[in-house]
């Protein structure tokens, strides 16, 4: 179901998404209808009732079909999942159902201009006044920046450092005092709503806070093995299609009286670019279900993400290389796999960052 939704809804209109720098609203209701958001949230919450699984299909076929525009991973893997396990009960009937149709298009706001994987050092604020909190700050590289009906905010409410961070809600489209910034022009997911957000004393209800004040860093933290991977699988999934691509280009392009296929040097290449997509498929499927039973620790995720996104680039370079000239062409897939590779190296938390983290348990 998943491969029809992104081959017929997705797909077609990729040039057109990357022209607007957005997918349609359309498109988000239409993967809604087909229960294709929240899938691992619980039936009474407008999910799927399923579990991690579920997610882990849909990523996979997005990703082995090419496609890097409908950011489904934000919104559904990511910003249903802070609702669903930090909000309150109000909380969830309020957003849930409808992130789970698709009427609201979720955002999850933590880099800022000075401020990326060290997030400590954020400085929008949530000042408590009267009977709720004012936002001000700017956030950047916001996914769905343009679209989000729902934006959870990482805000100081209180002193520095990770204790002083809260998540706050910001709903609606039309919101006095958030300005949403023009298209980033990317080198690659140009389909993406990537956007900058300037928030000048924007007010927000008391009870848009999600979870305790103070508690946001530790949120964070707990989430972001899921989102580290479904990073991973993304990439795994996209290596694995540059391999495909590039061998079947390989067999039918003439070169020197036969195919580049004929040629042992490109043989070789994709011989070592499948092996490494497999292992890395191998350590990802074991990652996925040690995260399907709730043992996927913080390390591990990091070990993931970091093998997946490095591999991809790797690969994606090398298999580009085999269609010459024609790979760096952005009407092939295989350039735009290429080009959106290299952001996933640093999103997610940059891979040095995740070098850190595992080199601390040693």
């Known amino acids: 179901m998943a491969r029809s939704f992104f081959t017929h809804s997705v797909l077609p209109h990729q040039e057109r998404f990357s022209r607007q720098h957005r997918v349609d609203s359309e498109t988000w209701l239409d993967a809604g209808r087909q229960g294709l958001l929240c899938p691992s949230l619980p039936e009474e919450c407008g999910g799927g009732g399923g579990s991690f699984l579920h997610e882990a299909v849909i990523l996979w076929e997005q990703g082995r079909l090419g496609d890097d525009s409908l950011p489904y991973a934000i919104h559904s893997t990511i910003v249903a999942h802070y609702v669903f396990r930090y909000g309150t009960e109000q909380q969830r009937r309020r957003w849930l159902p409808r992130l789970a149709s698709g009427e609201l298009v979720g955002a999850i706001a933590m880099t800022e201009p000075t401020t990326g994987s060290d997030l400590k ?52 489209t039309d919101v006095p005092g958030l300005t949403r910034g023009k298209p980033l022009h990317k080198i690659g997911q140009h389909g993406q709503d990537t956007r900058e957000l ?19 860093f530790g949120q964070l933290m707990a989430q972001l093995p899921q989102e580290r991977l479904a990073i991973a699988i993304g990439a795994v999934a996209q290596a694995d299609y540059a391999v495909e691509l590039a061998v079947e280009y390989a067999k039918q392009r003439d070169a020197f009286g036969g195919t580049l296929w004929d040629l042992q040097n490109t043989r070789f290449v994709l011989a070592d670019c499948a092996t490494q997509v497999l292992a890395a498929r191998t350590f990802l499927d074991h990652c996925i279900s040690l995260h399907n039973d709730g043992r996927l620790d913080a390390t591990t995720a990091s070990q993931v993400k970091l093998l997946s996104t490095d591999m ?38 940059a891979n040095e960052v995740m070098k850190e983290l595992v080199a601390r348990a040693l």
């Open 198 to 216: 300037s928030f000048d004393q924007v007010r927000v209800p008391a009870d848009n806070l999600i979870g305790g004040e103070g508690e946001s």
């Open 312 to 349: 991809l680039f790797s690969v994606a370079d090398r298999c580009l290389q085999v269609f010459g000239g024609y790979g760096y062409i952005l009407e092939y897939p295989i350039a735009r796999i290429f080009a959106g590779a290299r952001v996933q190296r640093i999103y997610g938390g």
């Open 121 to 172: 050092t954020i400085r929008t604020t949530a000042t408590r006044e009267d009977a709720g909190y004012v936002i001000n700050g700017a956030k950047t590289f916001i996914t769905n920046g343009s679209m989000a009906g729902l934006i959870l905010v990482v805000a100081r409410t209180s002193g520095p450092g990770a204790r002083g961070l809260s998540l706050v809600a910001v709903e609606g």
